[in-house]
């Protein structure tokens, strides 16, 4: 029998903001357990959450960017379990009323073919069913490590981080259209400035919800959660590999049972998590100690106006106004900061193409050998345009240009100084170059002959041996005027 | 006269022209203190060391020039659900036994700017569960005016305190009547603000949407300065009002010709104590003597108040105390080898008999299949009850009744029937509910020489007009005050 | 609503309390009253009332906070009441999973 997946993505989204979500206690990460706590995130008693109005802003903008409806009240509400990292024992979360509802996205996606290539490229629109807010949980470390005593620990730095949970609606058919989807929406969090993007690190978590069914059929198969998908590679992975496990299952005439999996990496493979969690009532109820949230015509406004670009729109943008290829225009727009650098550099020296070019093949390998991200890149954009602009000018040949680019990415210093350094200027003098030129020209009679007699081609020999005897220091604006006068005063 | 017999407004006089000193105020409170609290049981810490100190700063402050506030240098009880740094904070229950909070709540922040002094936290039901103070883990509290009696609840031991001249004022919580209740059976008088016109920052959360914090005194004018130096909007409780707070000592003694004042049908008929009606009749008789009109006016739904109470409450108090989970903070059974087994040892050891009563019915009435039949319905009858009250208040300006169906009750006469225990409730919990300010106010004795109390409602933020009408009867009755016995059978 | 002895302690397993056994029938027995006590909402005709779960008016200006890190509590302050602390971490039992 012929199976389809459905599959529906619930993606947790760690909002940037400086203090967290209910409390003025700071998000940065990587000090000391339990540093960055108070009364508040630590759930002692008498404490009152107070809403970060930075992050409802960040979630606006957010539900904007993903078409959703902003509703004009929404309401916190308490999801009632208990667990270590949960100080209160319940997050503070969105049921009933939630930010954000019914969103829809256009994603470029394709289908994966049996060599692993994208084929039948096409965009497809996946639809969002809410968006909430809500706050992290504290963590807890199971090693054992700590003291060996066979106990778990608690850190609450975590705790109270502001969190957007974006629902889709099961509309994936295939892993490709969940990868496509996520990496979507990864881009879209990014270029927004609500999310660094981090999967890794957990600043962007997936859960996947998966089933399969006969195709054509309209009852949809039993569901299963997967969870610990920490990157978009794993996604793909966890998602293909439980499609063929259920598949499997059915078609030897077993049952799936409802449950949570979480993906091996190691294994390669899905496994059910040990314990059996207690069936689950969250209990949720209007959280009594905020107000509801209501979002006027003017803080939508003000969020409004303060959009920036989105990934999409940009994309289409560097197509038609810098005549950029499909391929060049989806690296450049790929990230705010190499869009901002792209156009930056543009800006600068005015060849979008050449631009382009330096930051696919010289700026990304210099990147990729020194680990770096463009934003620590110490050649700026008004440098690689300086650097672009000398070579239009025919200040400097472009192999020139690239044998003077490690060194800018190295050092940090601009084209000219290390030219002047290097003590590679170049050649310009009219006098030198015409005796050169001279000098080549009276040894190539044969060749001057074929030329003047109509093999035009020829003139590219005769700069080639002028660049060659001047180790490519020559003055190509110069070298082509004179040796022009040259072959033609004949 | 010994210092510790005067008001809070006497005191501030003698304090101003610096008669007495805050080390003599405290000094006299503390010996107070000393003799009768074996009687009374009304303290569960008494600060003397600290309170001292405390005084002692007061006093050098004041003769640093600073200026003399209403509660500059008057020694104060705390009901011991309010967070106080440096003193042990355990609402009544085991689970916080040797709690000592990292923070001051907001109202303990206000007093202690005033320069009022902690002389001690005063004993409640456990967390505010209850309306006899016999629910407190630690002691009974006993009623000053008759000892084999209850002072009620949950504010007993404020109550009892103010009542025994342990301290000229106090603060206690009001969920349900927890202040009114406990003030009338005392003798004293209490109030109940708007819900949002104290901070509850810091107020160890029994059912959030209805707890509010309130003052104990032995007069209406003392009552006025407490609640003027707590009132006002606090950043950290999202609940709290931008209302702007009344002089309400200016208007106090004007005089009440021509108000309108309602009396509503449901609240003097079947189940309550004769002798009581009788009582709070001829109270609202003064008034009208005073030249007010009174007009009958229904509150049709207050018969479900108890019932909706009971949901309301309970379901946020089931979600309030899972943060009591042995993790941060309270009461850890160490027999216990897994997670689940230390939550219900450590729970079950922690909370007394009233409190799992409380939690099992919120959690029952929140879970899956039950919210909309008995949580949410709960929510639509509170919303009937506010009705009936907004209709009230467009033909009168305050509503009068008895705070209490019964003149306070022996010790263990309810405590094995909770329900009659609830009923306990049934005037003030409708308060609550509809979120109005109200305060009960001495009005007679009954032949067994136990206090009655009668409950003036206000219109929201209309805490100047009940207190003005509070003290204009209590300058005008002149009901027989029999001796405070400090006897009776222990 | 009829509640048996299963119903108390599938509630109390989602509030984490436990009732020995001579307990759990005298439990029943008052939860059962009170559930019945507050049945007596069923007399009132709801239809078309909203809740009110909250009696103050909507989140103004005043009800948020500006995006400013304050400061939080002292290290030591943070673990001080913990029954089992260790290096800053709060400890509890092994959780498997």
Known sequence: MDYEAVIGLEVHVQLLTKSKIFCGCSTTFGGPANTNVCPVCLGLPGALPVLNREAVTMAIRAGLALGCRINPQSIFARKNYFYPDLPKGYQISMYEQPLAQAGRIEVRTGERSEVGNIVNRKRKTFRIDRVHMEEDAGKLIHDGSHDGSGRSWVDFNRSGVPLLEIVSEPDFRSSQEAYDYMSHLRKTVIYLGVCDGNLEEGSMRCDANVSVRPRGADKLGTKIEVKNLNSLRFLQKAIDYEIQRQIKVISEGGTLTQETRLWDEERSSTFAMRSKEEAHDYRYFPEPDLRPLEINEAWLAEVQSSMPELPDTKYARFVSEYGLGEGDATLLSASPDWADYYEATVAECRNAKAAANWMITELTSELKNAGKTIAECSVTPPRLGELIRLIDTGEISGKIAKSLFPEMFSTGATAPVILCRKGVSQISDEGELSRVIEEIVGAHPAQVESFRAGKSKLFGFFVGEVMKRTKGQANPQKVNELLKNSLEKF | ?490 | MKVNKEDVLKIAQLAKLSFGENEVDTFTEQFQRMLTYVETLNKVDTTGVPPTAHVVPAADEGAFRLDASTTSLAHEDAVAMAPDQCGGHFGVPKIID
């Open chain 2, 1 to 490: 006269m010994e210092i510790y017999e005067l008001s809070i407004a006497e005191l501030h006089e003698q304090i101003q022209s610096r008669r007495i000193s805050a080390r003599q105020a405290c000094e006299s409170a503390l010996g107070r203190i000393a003799s009768v609290e074996n009687k009374v049981d009304a303290f569960l810490t008494v600060a003397r060391e600290v309170a001292l100190r405390e005084a002692d700063a007061v006093d050098a402050a004041l003769a640093a020039g600073k200026p003399v506030e209403y509660l500059t240098g008057i020694p104060l009880g705390i009901k011991d659900v309010l967070c106080t740094k440096g003193l042990p904070t355990t609402c009544g229950s085991r689970i916080l036994e040797g709690y000592y909070p990292p923070y001051d709540a907001h109202v303990i922040e206000r007093l202690r700017h005033a320069g009022a002094v902690i002389i001690g936290k005063t004993n409640c039901d456990e967390f505010a569960m209850g309306s006899s103070t016999e629910n407190s883990a630690y002691k009974p509290t006993r009623n000053p005016w008759n000892l084999g009696c209850v002072p009620g609840g949950s504010s007993g031991g404020s109550a009892a305190a103010v009542a025994a001249y342990e301290c000229p004022g106090a603060l206690g919580s009001d969920t349900g009547g927890s202040v009114r209740l406990p003030a009338a059976f005392c003798g004293v008088v209490g109030m109940k603000p708007t819900y949002g016109r104290v901070s509850r920052y810091g107020l160890v959360a029994y059912a959030s949407s209805l707890d509010q914090i309130g003052p104990i005194a032995r007069t209406v004018r003392d009552t006025a300065m407490i609640l003027q130096a707590i009132a006002g909007h606090d950043r950290r409780d999202s609940t709290s009002v931008k209302v702007p707070v009344a002089d309400y000592l200016a208007g106090l003694d004007r005089p009440l010709k021509g108000l309108r004042l309602g009396l509503p049908k449901e609240f003097f008929g079947p189940g309550l104590d004769t002798e009581t009606k009788t009582i709070v009749e001829s109270a609202t008789k003064v008034l009208q003597g005073l030249g007010c009109e009174l007009l009958t006016v229904h509150l049709p739904h207050s018969e479900y108040a108890i019932a909706a109470y009971y949901l309301i409450a309970t379901a946020e108090a089931s979600s309030n105390l899972a943060r009591y989970d042995a993790v941060k903070y309270g009461l850890r059974d160490e027999n216990v080898q897994t997670l689940n087994g230390m939550y219900m040892a450590s729970r079950s050891k922690g909370f007394g008999a009233e409190v799992k009563r409380r939690i099992m019915l919120g959690t029952y009435a929140l879970s899956a299949g039950y919210y909309e039949a008995y949580y949410r319905k709960a929510q639509q009858v509170r919303t009937l009850i506010k009705r009936d009250y907004e209709e009230a208040f467009k033909h009168v300006d305050v509503i009068l009744g008895p705070t209490s169906p019964v003149p306070p009750f022996a010790l263990g006469e309810k405590i094995s029937d909770p329900l009659a225990m609830y009923l306990i409730d049934i005037y003030t919990v409708t308060l609550n509910l509809a979120g109005l300010p109200g305060i009960a106010v001495p009005c007679g004795f009954t032949q067994a020489g136990l206090p009655v109390g009668l409950q003036i409602i206000g219109n929201y933020f209309a805490e100047a007009m009940i207190l003005r009408v509070a003290y204009a009867f209590e300058q005008a009755a002149k009901f027989d005050k029999p001796l405070m016995r400090l006897n009776g059978n222990r």
